[in-house]
């Protein structure tokens, strides 16, 4: 996704140093992928998975594997919440503007709030 996104390529470009490069993706992998904070908040990079029903799913993944391009991991790294005028109609569909992932709708997120008590999610993006 780094290379997708143009992030290789800018830090190439101004450092010109792939080392450098290969630093900040071992940091990223070894960044946690979310955040319960105090019961009350759900944080993390992207968003809402189909697999994702509760902070324990979260604590099964194995962290240290090159994200895949569609599932649980690349869910909670990469999803994006539906439109405001789809949010109500659909729980998930592609992502096809990210060409990865899903875009989620407002069922999901009620229902992961129900079970697990959160407030609110903070997402990076």
């Known amino acids: ?3 997708h996104f143009t992030f ?4 190439l470009q101004k450092f010109n140093d792939e080392s450098l490069y290969e630093l ?3 940091s990223f992998e070894a960044m946690p992928l979310a955040a319960d904070v105090n019961g009350d908040y759900l944080c993390m990079h ?5 697999d994702l029903h509760s902070t324990k799913d ?8 090159e994200p895949p391009l569609k599932g649980f991991l690349c869910d909670l ?10 949010a109500r109609k659909m729980a998930f569909t592609e992502n096809s503007q990210r060409e990865c992932s ?3 709708g407002l069922e999901p997120v009620k229902k992961l709030f129900a079970k ?3 407030l609110s999610i903070i997402r990076a993006h």
Do not use: C, Q
């Not at 290789?8 to 830090?11: A, G, M, Q």
């Not at 790294?77 to 789809?86: C, N, R, T, Y």
């Open 8 to 11: 290789r390529s800018e830090v």
């Open 46 to 50: 992207g968003g809402v998975s189909p």
């Open 77 to 86: 790294l990469w999803a994006d919440p539906l439109d405001d005028k789809d």
């Open 58 to 65: 979260i604590d099964r993944i194995n962290r240290f594997v």
């Open 1 to 3: 996704m780094t290379e």
């Open 24 to 26: 900040f993706i071992e």
């Open 102 to 104: 899903v875009k989620f």
């Open 116 to 118: 697990n008590h959160y």
